[in-house]
Structures are given as C-alpha cells and as structure tokens.
C-alpha cells in the first residue's frame, strides 16, 4: 500500500476515535453512569478517567504503529 | 522554613533557575543542537495549559462544581486528537507565512488587513488581561497561605499596601525575564527556544509537585483511596459532590463548557504560540497528539481526592482553591507546601511568560508597527535602523502588559475566584474560532465577514460575562443583571431573550457564536473579496496541497540593493545577510531581484513585524503586484492534477505488472504441463513397448522354429506369459494412475486392523523373497493397528513397498525391515533396506510417474542393467495413501542404511 493510502486509513481511524471520544464524553452516555454506586458515590468521574485513559491508549496506538499496519 | 525570607529566597532562586535553563536552551539553539527539536519538549510546552488555575483552581472546582472541572481537559484533548487534521494546517501555514501570532494569523488569511490583525489583538489585550491578573492573584495567595497559615490569607492581604504586595515584584521580575528571553533577536526569527525549554521545565515541576501533594494526601493523610472514598461516602454532606447535578448548567453546561475548553485550547493566545509558532517540527505533532492528552490525565488524577479530602478534614476557614497548600499545612508539613507553593509558581510564571510575549507580540506587530509606518513623520526619519525601535516597541509592550495585570488584579481581582476569571478569558478567547477555523477550509469567508463577526461575538461576550462580572466586583451598578439593562427583562446579562437554567458560560458562548458564526458566513455571502485576499484565502484553504510550498508569488519589479537596504533598516545588517546568504550577492546592487529574494524578504520582514505590516513595507519598494488569483489557481490546479494524473498512472503501472507477471506465470505452468504429457507418453510408450517387443520376439522364436526342442519352446512360452502378465499390469498401473489423477478413483474405505492387513502382506511376498535370497525381518511394535482403509489397496501399497526395497536392497546380501509402530495419534509402517539409499535432492521425485533410479552397483560406477520397476508403483502408493489420509516419503534407513520408505495412517475414531 502507498504512502498517501496508508495515511489515509489512519486519518479514517482517527476520526472514527474522535467521534467515540465525543460521543463517551457527551451528555446521554455521561448520564448513564452519573448514578451513584451502593455507597452513594457517583460512578462519573471514574468513568471519566478510564474513558479517557482507553482514548489516549488508541490514538497513541493509532499515531506510533501507523508504519507497521498494511 | 515559612518564614518570608526563605520563601523569598527559594521563589528568586526558581526563577534564576529559569533564566538559567533559557539562556542554556537559547545557546544550544545557537549552535544549531535545539534542546526542543524533540516532541516530548515539544508536548510539555503545550501543557502551558495548565496554569496556576489548574493548579489550585481545579481542587476548587471540584469541591464546588464536582467532576465539571475535567471538561477544561477533555476538550483539549478531543482538539489534540484532531491535530493530524487541524493543528497540522495550521502549522503548515504558520511556517510558509511567516506568522507570528493569532492576530497575524487571522489578518494574513483575510488579505493581511491590518485592521483585522488590530481588532484580534485588541480583544487578545482586553480579555486575557485578567487572565494573567489570575495568576499574579494565584501568586501572592498562595504566598500568603503558605507564610501566614493557620491565620487566613484574605485578611493578610488586605493590610499589604502597594509596593509590599509580592504579586507586584513577581510581575516586575517576570517582565525582566521576558524581556530577556523573548525579545532578544528580530531577524525572522518569531521562535524563542530558550523560552521553550524553561516552559517545558516548568511543566515538569508543576507536575511532580502536584503528584507529590496528591501522594501524601491519598497515602499519608488517609490509608489509600479506599479509606478516603469510603469516608466520603458516609459523609452525607459530600454525597452529591461528584455527580452531574454538582456541574453548573446540568448536561447543557457540560457540552457548553466541553466546547468552551475545546475552541479555546486553539485559540488561547499563549496556546496559539506553543502549538503553532514555536513548533519546531511538524512531525512533532504527532506524538503530542496522545502525550499532551497523557499529561493531563496525570495532573489531574488527584484534584478529586485532594478536593474530597479537603471537605473532610477541617483545614481551617481556607478556600478550595487553596486545598493544594492547606492539606500539607495542616499535617504540620514544611517542606512538601513549599513544593507546592514552587508547583503553583512554575504553572503561574510559564502561562504569563508565554502569554505575554505573545500579546507583546501582537501588541507591536498588530497596533503600534502598523500606526508607525502609516506616520510620515517616521517614514522620513527612518534611515536609521529600526530594529531598536521595534525591540523597544515590544520591551515597553512587556511591561505595560503586565502592570496592566497587576493592577487588574489589585482592583478587581480579589472578587473573582480562579475558575471564574479563567472561564471569562476562555469565552473571549473563543470569540476568534470562527474566523480561523472557517478561514482555514472555507475559501469564501470574507474580512468584512470576519470582522463584523468577530465585533459582534466579542460584544456580547462584554455584556453577558465582562460587565456582569465588573458589576459583581462594585464598579458596575449591579441593577442591570438583576432586572436587564433600561429594565428590560430580555436584556438580563445571564438571561439574554429569556434563556434562562443556563450557566453562564455555556449561556455567553451560545449567543456569541451564534452572532459571530452567523455574521460571519452571512456577511461572507454578500461581500466581494479584494484580490489580495482571494489570494491568501486560497493559500490558506490549500495549505496541505505540496504544490504551494516552494512556489514564488510575487513578480513585481525592484533592485537588490533596494530590498537589502529595506531590511537592513529594519532587521538590521547582521540579520539581513544571514537572511540573504543564499542569493549571490556578489552581482550588482542595481540588478533586479529575482521573485524569490522578494518572497523571502518579505516572509523575513513578517517573522518580525507580521504580515500586514511587512506587506506595506514590500510594497514601498516594489513595483508590480504579487500573483493574483487567478495565477494561484492555474498553479493549485496544475499541481493538483499533475499528482492525480501521477497517481492514476502509478495505480495502472502497478496493475499492469501485476497482470504480466500472472500471465508469465501461466505460461510458464502451461509449459511445464505440455513437456509433462509428452514425457509421460513417451514413457508409456516405451514401457509398453518393452514387454510386447520381447513377447513378439519369443512368439517369432516359437512361429519359426518349428525343430526346437521341448523344453526351449515351455521357456519361452513362460517368458511370453511372464511379459504378457507384466504387460496387463503395466496397463491397470497406468489406469489406476489415470483414476487417481482424475480422482475417479474408488475406494472402499472401512475399518481395518493394519497389523493384520501387513501380517498378511508379509506372507504374500514371503516367498518371492526367498527366493530372491532378500532377508525378510518384521518388527510389529503395536498389538493392532486400527485405520481406516481399503484393504486390497492398502494390501497393494504394503507389498509394492517390500517388492521395491527387495529389488534395491543389497545384491550380495539383501535384507530388508518393515517396522510397524504407533507415532501419536497415527500409525507408521516404514520398510527399510541395506541398499544404496536415495541421495536428499531425489527424495521427492522418486514419487514422479516413470521416474527410474538408476541402481548403481556398489563395486563399478556404472549402471547395471534395465532399471527394474516401471516407475509406477510409488506413485500410485502415495495416491492411495493420501486418499485415505495419510502421507507416504523417504527418509534414512535408521537400521538398514540404505533406503526407508515411511507409510503414515491416522488412527480409526474410536
């Protein structure tokens, strides 16, 4: 595959993780897990942080390894 | 160690330390090793971000409006997953332009108007202004937390008077610093790399003091975030604290703010010049893109517990935003609050640092060069250098800007908490996304667009955030925000047309985008652009197209002397002949210069002065036009169809070869076939005609010889019965060779012992072999032998095998071994014997149709005799044996030396 193909898979890759990461960081997924836990703790911000976490991991995975997919 | 002096002391020693990492990272640069050509320096400069708001604020916001604090990172880091996209173009353009600042930016794309560039750096002043009061703010608090605990800071505060307030010497201070560092060359040169390197330290130590805070607090002040979480859970007060319903606005103030942080992380002044003017290298974007969003995450995986904590514990009558000091304080702490109290300097310093330059920048570029160069009086008076002017322009800049912030701060500042002044900067700041970010893809986007777009959001920006705040603070009569201006219910600052339940962020950022986008695109559609703007707008909109990169715009006429003499006067003669090293100056002054020393003399003259400005100045001297429109996009055109045509061509030579090499491939397995069938009907034939040959000759003998004697005429009436017999079964060799390759083959598989079925065999050969004088040894290692298999043809393959190693066992002394044994889950039957053996390379192609080994007698080299065989046998073997699932080869006699063929047949299923 050339050049100008691959980067072109990364970048569809890439938006398809922007438009997860809206999505999770957006209201009606953000309302599912604004409840609280049996403590009475809410689940949000933890959420949040995994969420972001999982995020970060892919477009790392995404930006370093492009060389490497065919 | 909370004295004032040793504060003191290790606050200027800090900020030595800074002007010492600057200075290094300024040097290195100098030679030519760049301390940040790297992207890790890179994304720590980008986390200028995170200022003292971030890191005091944010343990206030989350004590007062729960997790909506972490919107303020979420959105930058949706923008830094769009950098491949965004950031990139941006950069793409910022370095083939040459430009030195948002406000450069935005004027550039629209004609490089320098009223645009004015207005942008105008809002730039008055909104982030309070800004950088902010952290001055956060400076002399935290400074008062620290020296004054356990008395609250507040009180202190109000006692300080003028020249004994700290924020005043910090702010002097930093401005020397930025005098230093970000105003020490002109030529072109609108990077500072010594400012970058103390910024992407500052990052670092901010980050370990506040991890280092967040660690004691979770682990020592309580026993894990278990412990603390659960006494957070019993505590009823704090039950709700982390929920939704904590976020200011509900789910519309989580979107508004999420946006909010997302348009502002690119259009912040002090972001804009991290991100976009001072990167070095656009690769380096790409690992920023995920590092930058990691940072975040670290610096603010404690604000929860921290803030939590600090509602828990009774940390004195201390604001949230101070918890960060309070906590450490309270455990009786000195040298971890004096960390923290470093942490919150580093974040404070390097966002003032950054942004001041920056607006300096914009200040001499955008409002005083362009006034300069209009005056007559100035024009006349030029001939002198005026490099010092602009140094001095842009120094005197520096401190105005920053007493500008102190006195925000000493007049307005004490009624704001951190977060909210933060938040008004972010929303003026948004107010310059559209015409940047429709300007970067929309071609049509026009100046008058722009600007009246940009008038409006900015103005209602002033009447729903700025003027309410200034009212809260006293100097407003605070009746309009309650009732609305002239009493007008509709007109309510927070409530503008009866939008009420909002907050008032994401209430400010609805109207004000509404205004500037609508505005903008309106106005955009109704007005003409001037030439010169078409030409930047298609600049802009195809930054990424490679054509554009090294292509010379200008074909207006002047002599080189001119253009040397124009930025000698302005960047001065050292800067002019770095800048002019390339071009041969060794030819005359008065020859014309060539297009591209214009182009380069401008883009220097706008790395220093900005574009608007840096046109004028080209243009006093040239003669012509720069390339219209219409020249921009015959040459966007040319080379966009040029790389398609490029593409489509490579595509088609690509499959071509693919196709040629298929057909090659075709043709020569076609051979390979032809030559096959030929040999193999020779070799029938031959085989075939071999036995006939020696039949006809014995009947001829018998026909003609009528006087043999009788038992002459019994021998050769066997002989034509034994060839007869080899004939019939030459020829049902042949068909069942014809069946298997043809897969017509019948076979009738069923359930059979294979110890018996070779017992068997043995016993069919046994005699021939005797008689031939070939020792027969048989090693039957398995009781039975259940497989699946057709019994007369296994029965075949069995006696072809021990028939084969008899005929090529040794001549003196033939022996032969057949060994049966279980190998996992199959069977092997191998038989071996003492003769030659078969080389490596012939292994394979003794399972070829008609292929013949030639017997070499031991003693002579020579071939002995007729091969014996027809050739036949072992293919025909391995076609039954791997119809019935096994697998037939040749391996090395492991007894007998010579050769061992090795028959394998999975077990029968129970």
Request: charged content about 20%.
């Amino acid at each position: 595959m050339n050049e100008s193909r691959r980067e072109a898979r990364t970048h569809a890759r890439l938006i398809a993780l922007i438009c997860l990461a809206v999505l999770f960081f957006s209201p009606p997924l953000v309302l599912i897990f604004d409840r609280p836990a049996a403590q009475g703790l809410s689940w949000l911000p933890l959420y949040l942080f995994v969420i972001w976490l999982i995020v970060i991991g892919l477009a790392a995975w995404l930006m370093e390894h492009r060389q490497e997919d065919s | 160690m909370r004295t004032d002096p040793v504060v003191l002391t290790v606050a200027f020693g800090y900020l030595a330390l800074l002007f010492v990492i600057a200075a290094w990272g300024d040097r290195r640069a100098e030679k030519g090793r760049s301390v940040i050509g790297s992207p890790t320096v890179y994304a720590l400069s980008i986390a200028v971000y995170c200022t003292a708001w971030t890191f005091y604020g944010s343990v206030g916001r989350a004590a007062e409006s729960g997790p909506s604090f972490l919107l303020i990172y979420l959105g930058p880091t949706l923008a830094m997953l769009m950098a491949p996209f965004m950031i990139r173009k941006m950069v793409r353009i910022a370095s083939t332009q040459r430009i030195t600042s948002i406000a450069d930016f935005i004027s550039a794309r629209y004609g490089k108007s320098s009223s645009l560039g004015a207005l942008v750096a105008l809002i730039a002043l008055i909104g982030i202004t309070p800004y950088i009061a902010l952290q001055l703010k956060a400076i002399t608090l935290s400074h008062a937390v620290l020296v004054n605990y356990p008395e609250a800071a507040e009180f202190q505060l109000a006692d300080e008077s003028f020249w004994v307030d700290k924020s005043f010497w910090v702010a002097l201070v930093l401005a020397v610093f930025i005098i230093l560092f970000g105003t020490r060359h002109l030529d072109a040169s609108e990077r500072h790399e010594g400012m970058v390197a103390a910024i992407a330290f500052e990052s670092l130590v901010k980050l370990v003091a506040f991890l280092t805070v967040g660690v004691f607090v979770v682990f020592v002040m309580f026993n894990g975030p278990m412990d603390l979480f659960s006494q957070v859970a019993d505590s009823p007060r704090l039950v709700g604290a982390l929920g939704l319903d904590a976020v200011p606005g509900g789910a519309t103030g989580w979107v508004g703010t999420l946006v909010l942080a997302f348009l502002a992380f690119l259009t912040l002044p002090r972001q804009f010049q991290v991100l976009v003017v001072e990167n070095v290298d656009e690769r380096h974007l790409r690992r920023a893109s995920w590092l930058f969003p990691l940072y975040l995450v670290a610096i603010n995986l404690f604000v929860i517990p921290i803030a939590m904590a600090g509602m828990l514990l009774p940390v004195g009558n201390s604001d949230p935003d101070s918890f960060v000091l309070t906590l450490p304080l309270s455990a009786g702490l000195e040298g971890i609050p004096l960390l923290v109290f470093i942490g919150g300097l580093s974040a404070a310093t390097g966002m003032v640092i950054v942004e001041t330059i920056a607006l300096s920048t914009m200040v001499s570029n955008q409002l005083v060069m362009p006034l300069l160069l209009r005056s007559k009086r100035l024009q006349l008076s030029s001939q002198g250098e005026l490099a010092g002017w602009l140094l001095g322009i842009r120094r005197v800049a520096i401190v105005l800007i920053l007493l500008l912030g102190y006195l925000y701060h000493a007049l307005i500042g004490d009624s704001y908490s951190l977060v909210t002044i933060g938040l008004v900067s972010f929303a003026a700041a948004a107010q310059f996304a559209p015409a940047l970010l429709i300007g970067m893809y929309w071609r049509g986007a026009t100046r008058l667009g722009a600007s009246l777009g940009l008038i409006a959001g900015f103005l209602i920006w002033v009447y729903t955030l700025l003027l309410p705040g200034f009212a809260q603070s006293g100097w407003l009569n605070p009746g309009f925000v309650e009732q609305g201006l002239w009493g007008l219910g509709w007109l309510r600052p927070y409530a503008l047309f009866g939008l009420e339940g909002w907050d008032i962020y994401s209430h400010s950022l609805l109207w004000s985008m509404l205004a500037n986008v609508g505005i903008l695109v309106g106005v955009s559609l109704f007005t003409r652009q001037s030439p010169l703007e078409q030409t930047q707008a298609a600049l802009f909109t195809n930054a990424m197209n490679p054509g554009l990169q090294h292509t010379s715009l200008w074909r207006g006429q002047t002599t080189r002397g001119e253009l040397q003499s124009l930025l000698s006067r302005y960047l001065g003669a050292n800067a002019t002949a770095r800048i002019l090293a390339d071009q041969k100056s060794s030819r005359d002054n008065s020859d014309p210069a060539p297009p591209a020393m214009i182009a380069r003399a401008e883009q220097a003259l706008s790395g220093a002065l900005g574009s608007a400005s840096a046109r004028v100045l080209i243009n006093s001297v040239v003669r012509g036009e720069a390339l219209d429109l219409e020249s921009i996009l015959s040459i966007l055109d040319t080379t966009s169809q040029t790389l398609e045509y490029n593409r489509r061509l490579e595509q088609k030579s690509n499959e071509l070869a693919k196709i040629g090499e298929e057909l090659r491939a075709a043709n020569e397995r076609l051979r390979e076939l032809d030559r096959l069938k030929d040999e193999f009907v020779a070799m029938v034939s031959h085989e075939l005609r071999t036995p006939l040959t020696s039949i006809r000759a014995f009947a001829e003998i018998l026909r003609d010889g009528k006087d043999l004697p009788e038992d002459k005429r019994t021998h050769f009436l066997e002989v034509v019965v034994l060839e007869s017999q080899r004939l019939s079964r030459l020829i049902e060799e042949i068909l069942d060779l014809a069946r298997l390759e043809s897969g017509r083959l019948t076979l009738t598989p069923q359930q059979l012992d294979l110890v018996s079925l070779t017992r068997h065999s043995v016993d069919a050969v046994h005699r021939l072999q005797e008689d031939r004088g070939v020792t027969l040894q048989v090693d039957i290692e398995v009781d039975e032998a259940p497989v699946i298999g057709d019994p007369d043809r296994l029965e075949q393959v069995i006696i072809n095998l021990l028939d084969n190693a008899g005929k090529f066992a040794d001549d003196d002394d033939p022996q032969v071994r057949l060994l049966l044994t279980r190998h996992e889950q199959h069977y092997r039957l191998s038989v071996e014997d003492n003769g030659p053996g078969i080389a490596e390379e012939e292994r394979e192609r003794v399972f070829e149709k008609f292929h013949q080994i030639k017997r070499l007698s031991s003693s002579a080299g020579k071939a002995k005799g007729r091969p014996r065989g027809s050739g036949l046998g072992l293919p025909i073997s391995r076609g039954i044996v791997v119809h019935l699932g096994g697998r037939l080869w040749v391996e090395d006699a492991p007894q007998l030396q010579g050769a061992c063929l090795v028959m394998e047949l999975p077990q029968a299923p129970e």
